[in-house]
């Protein structure tokens, strides 16, 4: 047990400080709702804007000349067309190129006016502080990523010093930022202790100190389980003592016991889903690589869509796509959706086989499907879609299956075994075992609060743990290998002479003797009962002292009980 105590005491040096920053961290994230953190409550709940067919033209064959379909990544694969601050825009996309030009002019967009800009901030912003400032930037500031770009910041005089940032060309809501926000990142970057991208979370640095809270969450589970099994009497001693400063040490102590009791296992498992995460192959996890990131079909004729604005007068927004060597144009209304093909008929929704031929097209894998399913329930694996939609099983190396949507067979998402494990340690790491994706639950924020508590009591404890010899034994032992005179005095009457190290711990050095002190509490000054008697050589007077507490700084003559 002493062992294991002074294990758990270094490694409580080297994780100490950093569990009580997971702790903090992630309480200051369960308690603030993930939507304000975004700055949600920022903006108005604008409802998208109707398409007039009189704002647009035929998008111009040379900006269509530009796509090429021998091409895989400059191959034109998206159309969408929207409105933007009441302009009309069309947005064409390959895989690595991307066009947005006006729907009425074809034209790209140049940089929008301040005063035009001052207009779309008045429309959006939903709070009532006044504007501090409105200025067009070189480039993204880094809390919004950081690119090569120009874009509108405006700031508010408000409390969280509330940012807006707008698109310099079309006067688009880009992102939103706030305090909450800066403060959100500040602790994400100390969870996962990457402190150049924010982002890594298999960085070495991380991996290093998940494995050592690790175990040393582990041997503080020995530790509470031995004590526990083998509760302290308290002596006469003890008792005399309860007046001294050293009781608001015990009661700490014993605090931090008990909490223990409550919030070890959540520890553990929460450390334990941090080694998970970051040793874990997220490319495997994730699956995309088996699916989503296979080429998309190009589109080879666009549907006209001033005919389908005619048809549908109240679009909000159309975007045309390729599937299986067709085009089709999906049309946005009211809050639902319809599916046209070239030649302007409604698209019901896709059959089985017609989905098994857009899987085929798009997987990347090396197995064949095993099972195809259309899911109208939820399950553990698809409770983030909505029904219903399908699935398809393969019998590749990673037992994939991959989702699909109902009407346009647009990917969803793809699952394997990986990811399961990836999935249950979220749950148990969010502690939400309902909904399995709300980390703001009460649950989580009780346990988080008390780990606070926890690892303050903790630190507390290593504070009056530790004192310089600890470390002045080290170096004596590295460095210096300085050695004293130790004169044990045992019950026969029998006199041992020895040498040991200076600085040690007079219990561990009774102990490594062979001379097993008696000990209820491994050394932590509890039971008092591993006193010895030392004796003063000049005035011949002995006196009792805890063996658990005496450094050996100097010659020393004992007598053992």
């Known amino acids: 047990m002493f062992k294991l105590r002074k294990i758990h005491k270094w490694l409580a040096l080297i994780v100490g400080v950093q569990i009580l920053l997971w702790g903090i961290s992630g309480l200051y994230m369960t308690i603030v709702d993930i939507d304000i953190i975004h700055g949600d409550h920022l903006v108005k709940d604008i409802s998208p804007s109707i398409i007039s067919s009189e704002s647009i033209n035929p998008i111009p064959q040379s900006i269509l000349d530009e796509f090429n379909d021998e091409d895989k990544n400059k191959a034109l694969t998206n159309i969408s067309l929207r409105n933007i601050a009441g302009t009309a825009y069309y947005q064409l996309r390959a895989r690595r190129k991307s066009i947005l030009i006006e729907a009425i002019s074809g034209k790209k967009p140049s940089e929008i006016s301040k005063l035009e800009i001052e207009t779309q901030v008045k ?126 040490l015990l009661i700490i102590r014993k605090t931090h016991r008990w909490i223990a009791v409550l919030v070890s296992i959540q520890l553990f498992l929460w450390i334990a889903g941090g080694v998970t995460f970051t040793f874990m192959d997220m490319r495997e996890a994730g699956g995309n690589f088996i699916y989503k990131n296979t080429p998309k079909d190009v589109i080879s004729s666009v549907i006209d869509h001033k005919t389908i604005l ?105 699952r394997t075994d990986t990811w399961k494990i990836f999935d249950f340690f979220m749950m148990v790491h969010f502690m939400d075992y309902w909904e399995r994706g709300d980390f703001n639950n009460g649950l989580v924020i009780f346990f988080a609060l008390v780990l606070v508590f926890f690892s303050l009591s903790g630190l507390l404890l290593l504070n009056q743990s530790f004192s310089k010899n600890d470390f002045l034994r080290i170096i004596n032992k590295i460095l210096y290998k300085k050695k004293i005179a130790l004169e044990i005095r045992l019950g026969n009457g029998k006199i041992e002479h020895v040498e040991v190290s200076k600085y040690e711990i007079l219990f561990d050095t009774l102990k490594r003797l062979n001379y097993r002190p008696k000990s209820q509490c491994g050394g932590a000054s509890e039971c008092r009962q591993c006193w010895v008697k030392q004796k003063n050589n000049n005035s011949g007077k002995t006196t009792i002292i805890l063996s658990c507490q005496t450094i050996v700084t100097k010659d020393l003559a004992i007598e053992l009980k």
């Open 310 to 414: 005619e048809s549908y007068p109240k679009a909000t927004k159309i975007t045309q796509y390729s599937q299986l060597g067709k085009t089709f144009a999906k049309i946005f209304f009211n809050q639902q959706s319809v599916i046209l093909n070239q030649s302007f008929e409604v698209v019901e929704k896709l059959t089985k086989e017609q989905i098994k031929l857009v899987a085929m097209s798009r997987y990347a894998g090396k197995g064949e499907i095993l099972a195809i399913d259309k899911m109208t329930d939820h399950t553990d694996e698809n409770y983030q879609f909505s029904l219903p939609h399908w699935r398809l099983t393969f019998d590749d190396e990673y037992y994939s299956r991959i989702y699909l949507s109902e009407d346009t067979g647009q990917f969803l998402a793809t």
């Open 123 to 248: 429309q959006f912003y939903a709070g009532d502080a006044e504007l501090k400032s409105l200025e067009l930037l070189n480039r993204y500031p880094s809390e919004i990523g950081g690119r090569k770009r120009t874009v509108w910041q405006a700031q508010f005089d408000d409390s969280f010093n509330s940012t807006l940032y707008f698109d310099s060309s079309t006067g688009r809501l880009i992102s939103k930022r706030t305090d909450l926000w800066r403060t959100f990142d500040f602790l994400w970057m100390l969870h996962i202790m990457d402190y150049r991208s924010r982002e890594d979370i298999e960085n070495n640095i991380f991996r290093l100190f998940a494995v050592l809270s690790l175990v040393f969450t582990f041997i503080g589970w020995l530790l509470l389980y031995l004590r526990l099994n083998n509760p302290t009497r308290m002596t006469i001693a003890m008792k005399a003592k309860e007046d001294s400063p050293s009781k608001w």
